[in-house]
């Protein structure tokens, strides 16, 4: 019997199974944040005015996160950013990152953004099989200016 998942907003009582979740993608793109970072993170998807979060379950349990904002752009309607998209080990090939990327995409259009985007590492390359599914590939490259 093939199991749901179900995409949906997150809810107070996921507090300890996301930062399970999102310590595990901070751990992948070896980014330290201190404790008091994710209680503040936490403390603003709740609120949901800046930042925003929805979580898919299996079985009534958070295997995967994803979250995003909304931002202006010069040259056109606002952008959705999505800014962290992680799918716990276990339950990773069972389409939760999908069905994360369509929820948001969902969200974008209703808001009337003009594009969804979001980076990735080069060498990410499980992910990259799904994103150069749903999406295209610009040939961008970032670069981070230290601050």
Known sequence: MSRVIEIGPLRSQ???AWEV???GYKTFYNTDVPDQGYEDTW??????TEVHGVGARLDGQ???IAHY???????MPDSCYLQDLFVGEAARGRGAARALIERVAEDARERGAARLYWTTKEDNTSARL???K???F?????????L
Do not use: E, K, S
Not at 43 to 48: E, H, I, K, N, V
Not at 139 to 146: E, V
């Open 130 to 132: 799904l994103y150069d």
């Open 138 to 146: 610009n040939g961008f490259i970032r670069y981070d200016y230290q």
């Open 134 to 136: 749903v999406a295209r």
């Open 21 to 23: 979740l999102a310590r």
């Open 43 to 48: 403390r603003r998807l709740m609120d949901g």
């Open 14 to 16: 996921d507090r300890a």
């Open 69 to 75: 904002l909304f931002h202006v752009t010069f040259w």
């Open 62 to 64: 958070l295997v995967g």
